[in-house]
C-alpha cells in the first residue's frame, strides 16, 4: 500500500469510526432507550414498553410539534426575504467591498450561537438599544420590551440561522450565467420578468438548500425559545431537553428525539427528490 492509499484509508475509517462512535451509537442508544419504561431511580427499567410513544401522541405534544413547525417554517422565510436581495446583490458586486460584505457574513460562526443570544437579550429588553431608539425617535412614549414574546423568539431564530440561508444562495447566484440574463433583456423581459423566468428558476437549488439549512436547525433550537421566549414558546427541542434534564423522563424524550429524527429525514429526502428534479429539469432546458 502506497503512501496516497494509506493517507485514503486512515482518512475514510477516521472519518468512518469518528461518525460512528458520535452519530450513529448515541443514535441507537437514543432509540433503544426510546423502547424502555421511566425508572425514578435509575432513569431507565430495562423491560419493553411504548409509554414513550403513548405520551408523545398526546395533544400536548401535538400542540408543540405544530408550534415548532410553525416557528421553523416562518423563521424560514424570514431569512429567505431577508437573505435573497443581499445574496443577489452581494454576488453582483465587483468591488473590494464584496470580500469585506462576504467576511461579516462569516464573523457569525467564530462567535458561539449562545453569546450571540444573549446580545439580542440587551437589545430586545425594556431599556436595551431598540427600546431606547424607539423612545428617541418618539416612536413610543415609554420604553418598552420585546422580550418573552413570539417576535422576540422569530427575531433570535433569523439572527441565528440568517449565514446558512445567504451562504448557498450567494452560491447559487454567483453561479449564473450573465449572459442568460442578457438574452433574456435583448428579448424584451424587463426586470421583473427576467428576475422571475431566468433568474429564480436558476438559483432554486440554492433556494431549497438554504431552506433546509434554516428549517431544521431550527426545529430543535431550544435555547433561543428558552431565552427570549422564557419558555412560553416551546420547540421541539425544548420539550426533549425538559424531559431529560427536568422530568427525568429519558424514554419519553428518547421518543420525541426519534419522532425529530424521522421528521428531518424525511425533510432531507425531500430536498433530495426536489434536486434531482431540479437538476433534471435544468438539464432539459439546457
Known sequence: MNMHNRFRFLSIS??????????????????GTSFLARHEAHLVDFRFSLEGYRTIIDPAFLKILWNSLYLAA???????????PFAYTLARMETRWKKVLLMLVMIPFWTNSLVRTYALVFMLKTR???????????????PVS????????????????LPFMILPLYSAVEKIDGKMIE????LGAGSWRTFFHV????????????????????????????????????????????????????PTGAAAGVVLTLLMLALI????????????AGKKKS
Not at 436595551?128 to 413610543?140: E, F, K, N
Not at 438574452?183 to 435583448?186: E, G, I
Request: charged fraction near 10%.
Open 14 to 31: 477516521g472519518a468512518i469510526l469518528w461518525l460512528s462512535v458520535f452519530g450513529l451509537f448515541p443514535g441507537l442508544l437514543m432509540m
Open 146 to 161: 420585546f422580550m418573552y414574546t413570539e417576535a422576540a423568539v422569530f427575531i433570535g431564530l433569523t439572527y441565528t440561522l
Open 199 to 250: 433568474t429564480l428558476p436558476l438559483t432554486m437549488p440554492g433556494i431549497v438548500a438554504g431552506c433546509m439549512m434554516v428549517f431544521l436547525p431550527a426545529l430543535g433550537m431550544f435555547f433561543v425559545p428558552d431565552m427570549l421566549g422564557g419558555g412560553k414558546h416551546l420547540l421541539v427541542g425544548n420539550f426533549i431537553k425538559n424531559q431529560f434534564l427536568v422530568a427525568r423522563d429519558w
Open 74 to 84: 416562518g423563521t424560514t422565510l424570514l431569512c429567505l426575504l431577508a437573505a435573497y
Open 183 to 186: 438574452a433574456a433583456r435583448d
Open 128 to 142: 436595551g438599544i431598540v427600546s431606547t431608539i424607539l423612545v428617541w425617535l418618539g416612536i413610543t412614549a415609554k
Open 269 to 280: 429526502y425531500v430536498h433530495g427528490v426536489s434536486k434531482g428534479r431540479l437538476n433534471k
